[in-house]
């Protein structure tokens, strides 16, 4: 190697410290040894090592108070620790601790060679992008590119004036985050924000959860409670997935709307509605008006104004300050400490179509932080992360692997596509009612009507 690497060694096995030491000096390491606890932290501490190799049980101090040490100085060095001792706690705890790795002994050379090479694999300062941690804000909107800079003006517009707001978007570009910038960068910040997943009541539950009930009204009614309607008081009322109502509930919904009163399910006191409505959905709602799946007067009555929020495959150029932003809020999440980004990695997300937008991007940043050893993501663990299956989420832009085949009616296509989706879930309607963007009651008439009067063919069993 062109520049000798430092590397420290702490073992109090003779024999083997001075196999270690003669074999990675060979390979043109610079390499100290100490044979035990409190030498080998001294000479971490002294030479900065990129690199230390640390016995897991040493005299005096042991090598979880080597890197209990180093962690709270804020060392740099990645430990690969090693043991005689299959010890499953022990490993747990090292990892905790900010272990690279862990091997056990016997050592297996060409191992221990592989993972200090992966120990050596981070790329120069240059080529990070650092996680600062000090501006950090929560719920925050973040990105420069254009597209976001517009929505920028909408919310300071829309957030001095109390108008019914339209917010569409792809699942996770975070249609929420946008509605409660609305509600608190202006005339209602002190005032209630009231979320509702309408995609996420059960159908009958739907009235009782909007409008709120009186004792009595239907079985089970023990008492009244006030429903979302009252509880928004003057502040803002968010019915996320607004599409997911049903449509005989959705003229209730418009009456309300237009009248702005409500009766309590089972009561026939009139209430005033004060709040502000913003409502968002991940689907084309004029379609569904034409395919008379929603009211045409209720889209009307919600799209007083309308925000589009472009997915991420189409702001690209935000992905760098999101992953930074992402990583810092796991890091406070997970208790994490992840210091720098692989310029690598970043690219790798460039390149990516991020079907899921930025709530894929998330669970990806996620699990990397998990997984990472050290202050640092590793690049190879984040391009494990991407090779996934992506035939459910073909990018719009490419042609994809429908380019080639016959055009077949909707019918067919989206029978084919849920049952793809219901496999890929091993049978989970949950999960894959989240993926197709549709409620499960919705997804269990769907697979109902794939086999009509044929139980055998019953996708449910």
Known sequence: MSEAVKIV???????LLESLELYFREKGYRVAAAVNGEAGLELIRQSRPRVAIVDLRLPGLGGLEILRALRGDGSPCRVVVITAYQEMETTVQAIKLGAFDYLHKPIDIDALDAVVEKALSALPESEFVQ?????FKENTIVGRSNELKEIFKLIGLLS??????????????????????????????????????????????????????????????????????????????????ISEIPVHLQAKLLRFIQEREFERVGGNRRIKFNARIIAATNRDLGRMVENAEFREDLYFRLKVFEITIPPLRKRKEDIPLLAEYLVEKINRNLGKNIQRIPLSAINRFMEYDWPGNIRELENVLTRAVVMAKGDCLQDDCIADLLQQPRALFPSPSSPGPLANVPLQPLREVEARHILTVLEHCHGNISRAARILGITRPTLRAKLKSLSPGNPENDPLG
Request: net charge negative; glycine share 12%; charged share 25%.
């Open 9 to 15: 060694i702490v073992d109090d096995n003779l024999e």
């Open 131 to 135: 996680v600062v941690a000090e501006d």
């Open 160 to 241: 001095e004036i109390k108008t019914t707001v339209l917010i569409v978007g792809e699942s996770g570009t975070g249609k929420e985050l946008v509605a409660r910038a609305i509600h608190y960068h202006g005339v209602l910040a002190r005032e209630p924000f009231v979320a509702l997943n309408c995609s996420a009541i059960v159908e009958n539950l739907f009235e009782s959860e909007l409008f709120g009930y009186e004792e009595g009204s239907f079985t089970g009614a023990r008492g009244s409670k006030p429903g979302k309607l009252e509880v928004a008081g003057n502040g803002t009322l968010f019915l996320d997935e």
